[in-house]
């Protein structure tokens, strides 16, 4: 059943020359983990605002086209009833944590949404729970590392209990290790708790290894959509475009490599393509 | 002095009262310092303010401000001493001489002014330190009735204080790291070098504040009706207390017309 479907829809921000984002379709099952990668500039913030309903209540423009949740247009709701469908993570750690606990920061979009305090209770012990993070509900948001931050404010999106979690290049401001907590953090809820996650993200290793679908964005088009392996393949296209790809992959691909098989995605994967290439 | 207030999270029956409550005691201490002018109550009114800092098991806490309000208390005991000339002389400043008498009653009005200004100020500091800054904001919103958009541009202004101090920094070290120096003694030439660091600053801060405004726009705010995880509730020790300060109150104003507590 499609969650999140999108049909040509075409934006551009208010003065600008050429659209934003040009005859976008797409539809998302639930359940899915999906990347959204591409090069700077392609669109992909500009497609997250689309969802999260930034874009067109808190920036203006022009859009055409629709994009249905649960099968309901999202551009006649408030970003207030938007924020219970779709969970929204950004980038920069710092600007997203409001408040200065972090149990408190988990109850503001609860208390702005008017839930009594008991449903609260029971939904931040939850949300600490499902982002891994139990220990930190005490703490003070200002000691936190990025990757901390980060999975709180991936709980705080969790706390709305949205249909879909949107995050928009979550990783970008964290060193390794904090990118890699969040990813762990994002394959879990995906495949334990079924929840639909959508991420865009540069880090093409990470996706290669997450997600179950990578979409690639390009001057404001939608150029490919498929498994990572489908996608990874087209090496030369990616590379034209501009696409990171992801250091294992590249050198299978260099070795010939072409099909689910033959196109490893992480190093684990690597390690066995290699050790089949140099038996047979 | 600067760490001295701020909330310092403790178990301790002063921290477990509401904030109203606490609010209330610091506003009592500020009416009774100024009611009286006897040394003998406003000495036993900062008996009371260090009674209930040691109660919040904040007192230790409080030391170095104590220390540092001690030494304005005898500055104010030394200029009330030299320039109130009324009463029995005790002795002379300069000796031998009539110049600078030192009287039984500057002495005394001095530590009356002493003491009203260390309770004053403790009073503040005790609240500060037993209180976290949300209850009392949210005290404002609930029993004062002050918009929450006013409580949250307060609460949301400390929690940037050390985001925006760690900015500070990393901009001067790039900017040191470009060869720019911040020196000299001319304060205008002063003022001038920190412009590579003042205008970066203020366009990271307007960024920071679109992105949180954004952060918050997501996660419904201004979207209806509010509610409170954490609403402070009055307990039983708040009513009591505040009754019987309110009874305290009474008893004083009281006293203070019939001309007691007045030197």
New interface residues.
């Given amino acids: 059943m499609a969650i999140l479907e999108i049909k040509n829809f075409t934006f551009r921000y208010p003065q600008a020359a050429r659209p934003a984002l040009k005859d976008i379709s797409l539809s998302v099952a639930k359940g899915e983990f999906v990347g959204i990668t591409g090069p700077t500039g392609a669109g992909k913030t500009t497609l997250a605002?689309c969802l999260?309903?930034?874009i067109p209540?808190?920036q203006g423009g022009e859009a055409t086209g629709r994009i249905e949740l649960d099968g309901l247009s999202i551009f006649n709701k408030?970003?207030?009833?938007?924020?219970?469908l779709?969970?929204?993570v950004?980038?920069?750690p710092?600007?997203?944590?409001?408040?200065?606990?972090v149990?408190?920061e988990l109850?503001?979009?609860?208390?702005?949404?008017?839930?009594?305090?008991v449903e609260?209770?029971k939904r931040?012990s939850e949300v600490l729970e499902l982002a891994g993070i139990p220990d930190l509900r005490h703490r003070s948001?200002?000691g936190l590392s990025g990757g901390q931050k980060q999975r709180v404010a991936i709980a705080?999106a969790l706390a709305?209990r949205p249909e879909i979690l949107l995050l928009d290049e979550p990783t970008s401001e964290l060193d390794p290790v904090g990118t890699e907590e969040v990813f762990q953090v994002l394959s879990r809820l995906n495949h334990e708790h079924g929840i639909t996650v959508l991420v865009v993200e540069q880090k093409t290793e990470q996706l290669a290894a997450h997600a179950g679908r990578i979409l690639v964005l390009d001057d404001g088009a939608l150029v490919m959509d498929g498994e990572p392996w489908q996608v990874f393949a087209r090496q030369r296209e990616l590379q034209a475009i501009g696409v990171k790809i992801p250091q294992v992959t590249k050198l299978a691909g260099m070795l010939g490599g072409s099909d689910k098989y033959s196109l490893p995605l992480t190093v684990e994967q690597a390690r066995i393509y290699i050790e089949r290439l140099v038996r047979s | 002095m600067a760490a001295a207030v701020e909330y310092i999270q403790k178990d301790s029956p002063v921290h477990r009262l509401n904030a109203a409550t606490k609010i209330f005691w610091a506003l009592f201490t500020l009416a009774c310092g100024l009611l009286f002018n006897d040394y003998r109550y406003l000495l036993g009114l900062l008996a009371s303010v260090l009674l209930v800092a040691a109660a919040g098991r904040v007192l230790k806490n409080l030391l170095p401000a104590i220390t540092g309000l001690s030494v304005f208390a005898l500055i104010l005991l030394l200029i009330q001493a030299l320039f109130y000339d009324q009463g029995q002389v005790i002795f002379h400043l300069i000796p031998q001489t009539s110049y600078l008498p030192v009287t039984n009653y500057g002495i005394l009005s001095g530590v009356a002014m002493a003491a009203r200004m260390l309770s004053l100020v403790l009073s503040f500091l005790v609240l500060l330190a037993t209180t976290r800054i949300q209850d009392m904001v949210l005290t404002m919103v609930e029993k004062f009735k002050m918009p929450y958009d006013y409580a949250f541009m307060f609460m949301t202004t400390l929690r940037f204080i050390p985001t925006f101090l760690g900015e500070v920094r990393q901009i001067t070290d790039a900017q040191k790291a470009r060869g720019h120096a911040v020196e000299g003694f001319n304060p205008f030439k002063k003022i001038r070098s920190y412009a590579p660091v003042t205008v970066p600053l203020v366009l990271i801060s307007l960024n920071k504040a679109e992105n949180m405004a954004m952060a918050m726009e997501t996660r419904g705010y201004g979207g209806g009706r509010r509610t409170y995880f954490k609403e402070p509730k009055m307990r039983g020790a708040d009513y009591l207390l505040t009754a019987v300060l309110l009874l305290l109150l009474v008893l004083g104003v009281t006293a203070r017309v019939k001309g007691l507590g007045v030197m």
Avoid: K, W
Wanted: aromatic residues 8%; glycine residues 8%; hydrophobic residues 40%.
């Fill in positions: 605002c999260n309903g930034i209540h808190f408030s970003t207030a009833q938007i924020s219970r779709v969970g929204s950004f980038q920069d710092e600007a997203q944590i409001i408040s200065s606990e149990e408190q109850a503001f979009g609860l208390e702005n949404l008017g839930f009594a305090p609260m209770e931040i948001t200002i705080c709305m």
